[in-house]
């Protein structure tokens, strides 16, 4: 147990960011940051590199669309727009219409208030998986990449883990079960255990590297 701890520190410091903080999410329980949360992981799901799709959240966020009521009232071609200036080039048209058909499904369905479908779950995580896999955009792999970074404020869903998670940890020789994971931080910790995880199993961090400075500790 020693000897993982001192693991999950040192892969906490060094790639203990989560993706929504990378492209600016104050993340709360709160409409306007968990709806950009559902921006990040719609542009996640894609096959184009994270870093390519945090830039692009990113730049959807400075233009302005920031809740589901001013990327409804955006024009498809500025949605375009700024998907381009975020290098998100090769899904932007498909995307944008996406982003668009989302919002307003969001603000149809759920009032432009995610914390209403979180209620509708009622703490029910299948329930809550299959009511985000009904916005265009987010399927399974959607719906994971919004529940390992929401867990930070939705504490009924920690400890939350997928598959990229558990490849991480493998990698690391870390325990692959959610409780044994949650053992080794502190409350909204995990989400940053989370996104660290993924970033070992996608190569971003390099895993030989992380055990050998942990050793050395």
């Known amino acids: 147990m020693g000897n993982n701890q001192a693991l999950v520190r040192t892969l ?5 960011r989560t993706y929504a903080e990378d492209c600016g999410i104050q993340l709360a329980d709160r409409p306007a940051p968990l709806y950009q949360l559902l921006v ?9 590199r994270a870093g390519v799709a945090v830039a692009a959240a990113r730049e959807l966020f400075a233009a302005g669309y920031r ?6 009232a955006a024009s498809w071609q500025n949605r375009v727009d700024a998907l381009g200036r975020g ?14 058909t989302g919002a307003r499904l969001c603000l149809e369905r759920w009032r432009g208030d995610l914390r209403r479908l979180h209620r509708e779950a009622n703490g029910d995580l299948a329930a809550l998986r299959r009511l985000l896999t009904e916005f265009p955009g987010i399927g399974p792999t959607g719906a994971d990449i919004f529940l390992r970074e929401v ?3 939705w504490s009924d869903v920690r400890p939350y883990t997928d598959r990229r998670m558990t490849s991480g940890a493998r990698r690391l020789g870390l325990p692959a079960a959610p409780d044994a994971l949650a053992g080794l931080v502190t ?16 190569g971003e961090a390099p895993a030989e590297s992380l055990v050998k400075t942990a050793g050395a500790r």
């Open 12 to 16: 906490l410091d060094r790639h203990g």
């Open 40 to 48: 990040l992981a719609t542009l996640l799901s894609t096959r184009i």
């Open 67 to 72: 809740t589901p009521q001013t990327m409804e």
């Open 87 to 100: 290098h998100y080039r090769r899904y932007d048209e498909r995307t944008s219409t996406m982003l668009g």
């Open 151 to 153: 867990q930070a404020v």
């Open 187 to 202: 409350g909204r910790d995990f989400s940053r255990l989370a996104s660290a995880l993924v970033r070992v199993s996608l």
